[in-house]
C-alpha cells in the first residue's frame, strides 16, 4: 500500500460557506480531515497520513510559509511514496515554482 502524506495549507480547497451564498465566504476554514472524508474509500487504497501545516487564505501565503513547507518536506520525503500539499489558487503558482526551485528529490 502506497504512503501519501497529505499537508494542508487552508486556501480555496479549505473554504466554506452556507450554500449559495458567496458574501460571507471565507478561506481555509475546513479541516484537512473533513476534505479527505469526502473522497470514498481513499484510505482504504492508500496509507494517507495528515499534516495541517497551515490554515490561511492562499492570497496571504509568504516566503515564511514556503519555507516552512519546503522544511516539512525535507523532514519527512523519505518516509512515503507521496506527498500532496492541499492550497487555495491565488499564490498555487507561486508556491509550485518555489518548491520547484528548492526542494532535493528524485
Known amino acids: 500500500m502506497k504512503k501519501i502524506e497529505i499537508i494542508a495549507t487552508g486556501g480555496t480547497i479549505a473554504g466554506s460557506n452556507h450554500m449559495g ?3 460571507n465566504y471565507k478561506a481555509g476554514t475546513l479541516l484537512v480531515e473533513d476534505i ?3 473522497i470514498p474509500n481513499i484510505k482504504s487504497e492508500f496509507g ?3 499534516f495541517p501545516l497551515l490554515s490561511v487564505d492562499s492570497n496571504e501565503m509568504n516566503i515564511t510559509h ?3 513547507l519546503k522544511k516539512k518536506n525535507d523532514e519527512i520525503s523519505s518516509e512515503f511514496d507521496g506527498i500532496v500539499i492541499t492550497h487555495g489558487t491565488d499564490t498555487i503558482e507561486e508556491t509550485a515554482y518555489f518548491l520547484t526551485l528548492t526542494i ?3
Open 21 to 23: 451564498k458567496t458574501t
Open 66 to 68: 514556503w519555507i516552512a
Open 48 to 50: 494517507i497520513s495528515l
Open 104 to 106: 532535493n528529490t528524485d
Open 36 to 38: 479527505l472524508a469526502s
